[in-house]
T-cell receptor, first 111, second 112 residues
Framework: DQQVKQNSPSLSVQEGRISILNCDYTNSMFDYFLWYKKYPAEGPTFLISISSIKDKNEDGRFTVFLNKSAKHLSLHIVPSQPGDSAVYFC??????????FGAGTILRVKS | NAGVTQTPKFRILKIGQSMTLQCTQDMNHNYMYWYRQDPGMGLKLIYYSVGAGITDKGEVPNGYNVSRSTTEDFPLRLELAAPSQTSVYFCASATVAKNIQYFGAGTRLSVL
């Protein structure tokens, strides 16, 4: 039973345009959500996070939106750059407990 | 600034062999984790530790063992390697706040 789902295995976007990566979860007790970015042959690196008491968090070109009623979060990257091409993992935790990861979305930014 | 270091980077094992995947961190983090990532799947938690001398099972612990004798080191032991353990293994560490985990570069293991 997947508690965190990333339904799009891959996404292709033109350089300069917006990339939107989506994530759905089923556990209503999750209170903290994170996005990780992973390049080939490297470990995941933390990108941005959001607490369940907020509905938006912004960091430069990256913005995460949380819709608790829909149990949905999304990551917006504006503008997208070729260096953003990577696998993006959504993760969630309950009261600072263990992280549960989605399967990841491969983002390709074309120049 | 090393962060989380995993060795080896690659390893091929024969069925039934044993090995230890090493993980060390220099950030003085209390919490450490072992994950495996299979193709097309997310990271699944194998074992975790909240401090030296304390370990607990994650989602997929069968076939693995861990120990945590120091804050810095968290080795993962495979006793009788099986083809189902072919995967990429990641070690991570986190502060007491726990939410943001920092990952090593991974160990790619093939069991043939």
């Amino acid at each position: 039973d997947q508690q965190v789902k990333q339904n799009s295995p891959s996404l292709s976007v033109q350089e300069g345009r917006i990339s939107i990566l989506n994530c759905d979860y089923t556990n209503s007790m999750f209170d903290y959500f994170l996005w990780y970015k992973k390049y080939p042959a490297e470990g995941p690196t933390f990108l941005i996070s959001i607490s369940s008491i907020k509905d938006k968090n912004e960091d430069g070109r990256f913005t995460v939106f949380l819709n608790k009623s829909a149990k949905h979060l999304s990551l917006h990257i504006v503008p997208s750059q070729p260096g953003d091409s990577a696998v993006y993992f959504c993760a969630a935790s309950e009261y600072g407990n263990k992280l549960v990861f989605g399967a990841g979305t491969i983002l390709r930014v074309k120049s | 600034n090393a962060g989380v270091t995993q060795t080896p980077k690659f390893r091929i094992l024969k069925i039934g062999q044993s090995m230890t995947l090493q993980c060390t961190q220099d950030m003085n983090h209390n919490y450490m984790y072992w994950y495996r990532q299979d193709p097309g799947m997310g990271l699944k938690l194998i074992y975790y530790s909240v401090g030296a001398g304390i370990t607990d099972k994650g989602e997929v612990p069968n076939g693995y063992n861990v120990s945590r004798s120091t804050t810095e080191d968290f080795p993962l032991r495979l006793e009788l390697a099986a083809p189902s353990q072919t995967s990429v293994y990641f070690c991570a560490s986190a502060t007491v706040a726990k939410n943001i985990q920092y990952f090593g570069a991974g160990t790619r293991l093939s069991v043939l």
